[in-house]
């Protein structure tokens, strides 16, 4: 896709070049400076545009039998997922052309470097140095597990049952590393307080993201190929050999079956690393854990407000659970003290389900199961051909450095005209919104909630995450990075982390930075009642050019910002003030209105069918509320525009691209179609309809287009067809 992008303006552009050899004009100015210049670069930017465009369009799919056919039906033939990545989308694209950039940037010397600059680009060296840390690879992971005790499947009959304890050593582990195995701790905002960082109790985070792919049998291959992974692991990491690291494997993976199957909440927070290791094991079935540049399409809202709001004491939840979990004892190892504050408790079954597994574990698979994940932090990346590991080194910068990076990225490349245009677009489709809460579309929430409803909207904020004149010695100053030793670099940032997480503790909040996730799409981040726009998607070309239609802005940037706007007011964003704190404003009635709407989404999206099998059942209904009241808001913000500016006397013809028989209006529904243009490989498909909080993407076209009658009537489908059902869900 990008390939094709840029032939064409390479085309244009030495097309421009002859002219002005042959004509005797001036020197003809580069590449860059042609797309930048209006008189000069719009045409190959538009037509570039238009071709990427009809590439992926299938003109003989009707538009109200399956618009998403009709808008991707030959992305799949362009884009198959035969290699890697085995997924391919409009946000891997984009991440892509970012890490090339970041690429650039991490192998060259820059005189503007900051001190904290120059420790990244040695971390990024000292990753591509590994191969050099092979021969010592095993004794240094060795190293580490000694720094905690023995690992059984190294030690053999030399290991003692009576010489391990568990809690100890998962305490020990969080202590040094901040690493949570099976049971541990999280220092963050106060969902009901944002003035205070308060802690939260919480089992490990589901190394598979979701119960389903422990349990239910369309995903056996998965667990098989998850075993290998580990199983390699063991031999090529710690040097276990084949047959006792396919044993050992089977039994850590029963005990995490067992441990994870009786979870009750599915936590979403899995490393985009260990996600991508754990796809590329359903390809790679002899199990070699690989790190590819596949990045996460999309990232919802932020989820500190679905940590369990069960405020309590350490005392408490020590009678309550004694002697199944010692908190205390716990606590008092993996902080060094005692904290007196309220803390947020565990969900009592999960720990009901932790002393069973345990009581039926023998103890050295337990062992093992630790070491396992402990080391787990630790791997070197391991290309399968050498010209792999730059971008593997690359993902793990990102993973490690994904604010300094963005830092870097903005500093060379942004430029003010986009920032202004973005902010442009925040306030219509801000202002949109207000009028949408004043009229009578939305006549069914009661002017109380409508008016409390009115002042959060006026209090939500956006900003372009730049971290611009952020100063970053302070937070990363501290940490020891060289260019030859890559795992003593990721042991000084796990001891980094480690001493932060404490510090939050006496620390008032700051601003949320999971700098990873904010580094891919717009994120609404609700203890701030704020939207942050990440620098990756305002890369021209993209999402965004000077020259693109504002129909394509809209229905794409529009679209993922008016997303964000409406998870302010979802399942979730709904219960929290406009201080970002956790309050009910909603009155009965209003409330009443908002439950049955949600009913409606849920029994819609259930009975899609993906795969050959209806969708699973999601537990809660926010991303799809904000897909159809982001792309009615975002369409709405359009129509605005488009008013103003034709009242204004603007030239409407830019409203159209070239070879493209398309009204405007048309244009923003195919782009937001083809935003979610997707290609995933077949063994892939089951995974990710099972834990993405999202519906899988061509339902992110249908079911939000299905249930906008303005989509409806720009392509002339007949009530009753496919895309204009008689029954439409719609709260905003």
Same mark, same amino acid.
């Given at each position: 896709?990008?390939?094709l992008? #840029?032939?064409?303006? #390479? ?26 210049? @209006? ?26 039998? @399956?618009f998403?056919? /009709? ?49 990244v ?11 050099a ?6 004794? +240094? ?53 944002n ?8 089992m490990?985070?589901?190394?598979l ?9 369309v ?20 040097g ?11 039994e850590i993976? +029963? ?8 979870f009750? @909440? ?5 490393t ?14 002899a &199990? ?13 809202h ?10 309590t ?22 902080? &060094? ?10 969900i ?18 337990v ?7 402990l ?19 690359i ?24 920032e202004?245009?973005?902010n442009? !677009? ?39 995450n730049?971290?611009?004149?952020e @100063? ?25 982390r ?22 891919y799409?717009?994120?609404?981040i ?5 939207? +942050?726009?990440?620098?990756?998607? #305002?890369?021209?070309f ?11 802005? /809209? &229905? ?23 201080? &970002?704190?956790k ?75 070239p070879?493209?028989?398309?009204t ?8 937001y ?28 076209? #249908? ?19 496919? !895309? ?9």
């Amino acid at each position: 896709m990008e390939f094709l992008r #840029l032939l064409l303006l #390479l085309v244009g552009w030495l097309a421009l070049l002859w002219r002005h050899n042959v004509h005797g004009l001036p020197a003809a100015p580069t590449l860059p400076e042609v797309l930048n210049n @209006n008189e000069e670069g719009k045409d190959i930017v538009r037509y570039a545009k238009s071709a990427e465009i009809r590439n992926y369009l299938k003109p003989s799919e009707k538009p109200c039998d @399956n618009f998403y056919d /009709f808008t991707c039906g030959n992305y799949y033939r362009i884009n198959p997922p035969n290699m890697l990545p085995y997924q391919s989308n409009t946000f891997q694209t984009i991440s892509g052309s970012l890490g090339r950039k970041i690429a650039t940037l991490l192998k060259t010397d820059d005189a503007a470097d900051t001190v904290i600059d120059k420790k990244v680009k040695r971390f990024f060296e000292s990753c591509l140095k590994t191969e050099a840390l092979k021969p010592h690879y095993a004794a +240094k992971l060795k190293a580490i597990i000694g720094e905690f005790g023995q690992m059984p499947v190294l030690e053999g009959d030399r290991w003692r049952e009576t010489d391990f304890d568990w809690l100890k050593t998962v305490a020990s582990i969080a202590y040094k590393y901040d690493i949570r195995i099976i049971v541990g701790h999280t220092n963050q905002v106060d969902i009901s307080n944002n003035t205070v960082n308060r802690m939260h109790i919480l089992m490990q985070d589901m190394p598979l993201e979701s119960t389903a792919i422990y349990v239910e049998d369309v995903h056996a291959s998965f667990r098989e190929a998850r075993q290998k992974v580990m199983a390699v692991t063991l031999q090529n990491a710690l040097g276990v050999n084949s047959k006792l690291a396919k044993q050992t494997a089977q039994e850590i993976f +029963k005990f995490e079956t067992d441990l994870f199957a009786g979870f009750s @909440n599915d936590e979403d927070e899995e490393t985009e690393e260990e996600e991508e290791e754990e796809k590329n094991a359903i390809k790679n079935k002899a &199990g070699e854990a690989l790190d590819d540049d596949d990045d996460q399409n999309e990232v919802a809202h932020s989820d500190l407000g679905d940590l369990k709001p069960n405020l309590t004491t350490i005392e408490e939840m020590q009678s309550k659970y004694f002697p199944k979990l010692d908190v205390k004892r716990m606590l008092n190892i993996s902080l &060094g003290y005692m904290p007196k504050d309220p803390v947020y408790d565990l969900i009592e079954d999960e720990v009901d389900n932790l002393e069973t597994v345990l009581r039926e574990t023998p103890l050295r698979t337990v062992a093992n199961y630790i070491f396992y994940y402990l080391i787990d932090s630790f791997l070197i990346p391991v290309p399968k051909q050498k010209h792999e590991l730059e971008t593997m080194c690359i993902r793990r910068t990102k993973s490690h450095f994904a604010k300094v990076l963005d830092s870097m990225v903005y500093r060379k490349y942004a430029t003010d005209k986009t920032e202004q245009d973005v902010n442009y !677009m925040w306030q219509t489709i801000r202002s949109t919104f207000r009028n949408m809460l004043e009229s009578d579309k939305l006549t069914w929430m009661r002017r109380e909630t409508r008016n409390y409803a009115l002042e959060k909207l006026k209090t939500i904020r956006l900003e372009i995450n730049s971290y611009k004149g952020e @100063n970053f010695t302070e937070e990363f100053n501290p940490l020891t990075i060289g260019s030859q030793d890559y795992i003593e670099n990721l042991k000084s940032l796990q001891h980094l982390r480690a001493l932060k997480s404490r510090a939050k503790l006496r620390e008032a909040p700051k601003t949320y930075d999971d700098a990873e996730s904010l580094s891919y799409t717009p994120v609404y981040i609700t203890t701030e009642n704020l939207i +942050k726009v990440p620098v990756s998607v #305002l890369q021209p070309f993209f999402l965004w050019s000077d020259h693109y239609p504002n129909a394509l802005k /809209f &229905g794409t940037l529009g679209f993922l910002v008016s997303h964000e706007l409406i998870h302010g007011f979802d399942e979730e964003g709904r219960t929290y003030d406009t201080r &970002g704190n956790k309050h009910e404003w909603w009155d009965a009635d209003s409330n009443s209105y908002f439950g049955n709407q949600t009913e409606c989404f849920a029994h819609q999206y259930g009975n899609f069918i993906f795969n050959g099998r209806k969708l699973p059942e999601l537990s809660s209904q926010s991303e799809n509320i904000a897909d159809n009241g982001g792309i009615r808001l975002a369409y709405d913000a359009y129509l605005n525009w488009y008013e103003d500016a034709a009242r204004s006397f603007q030239n409407m013809n830019l409203e159209s691209l070239p070879r493209l028989n398309y009204t405007s209006k048309q244009l923003f529904f195919i782009s937001y179609g083809q935003l979610w243009c997707s290609a995933t490989h077949p063994a892939l498909q089951d995974y990710v309809s099972s834990t993405d909080q999202h519906v899988p993407e061509k339902f992110r076209v #249908l079911g939000p287009l299905k249930n906008l009658e303005e989509f409806s009537k720009e392509f002339n489908c007949p009530v009753g067809s496919p !895309m204009n059902p008689t029954k439409k869900c719609i709260i905003y």
